[in-house]
């Protein structure tokens, strides 16, 4: 069975950082693009970042530019998002998805997803 586990949310100040993880098992993605995404209450699930199998492509969300960091570990079957000079309204349940057909920035092409971890914002 194929799973993808995100660890690593929780609360900080405005300002703050915090790392993200997302470990697959059940199957191996290092032939396909992880992405994260992203819902806040009463909002639809958006994009945040996506990565290419080899980490040599790579794009985020204009809200996340320049402070969001997406990565793949050496094995491929692993994610991270490092998250720098975090805002209120960056305060969601942050998802884990892999195998993208289609568009990466499409939440539909996503085939497999985590079950998400909280990220609260304080200001």
């Known amino acids: 069975q194929v799973q993808l586990a995100e660890s690593g949310g929780g609360w900080v100040q405005s300002g703050g950082s915090l790392r993200l993880s997302c470990a697959a098992s059940g199957r191996t993605f290092s032939s396909d693009t992880m992405a994260w995404f992203r819902q806040a209450p009463g909002k639809e699930r958006e994009f945040v970042a996506a990565?290419?199998?080899?980490?040599?492509?790579?794009y985020y969300a204009d809200s996340v530019k320049g402070r969001f960091t997406i990565s793949r570990g050496n094995a491929k079957n692993t994610e991270y998002l490092q998250m720098n000079s975090l805002k209120p309204e960056d305060t969601a349940i942050y998802y884990c998805?892999?195998?993208?057909?289609?568009?990466?920035?499409?939440?539909?092409?996503?085939?497999?997803w985590g079950q998400g971890t909280q990220v609260t914002v304080s200001s």
């Open positions: 990565i290419s199998w080899s980490g040599s492509t790579i």
């Open positions: 998805a892999a195998e993208a057909v289609g568009n990466w920035d499409n939440v539909r092409a996503y085939k497999f």
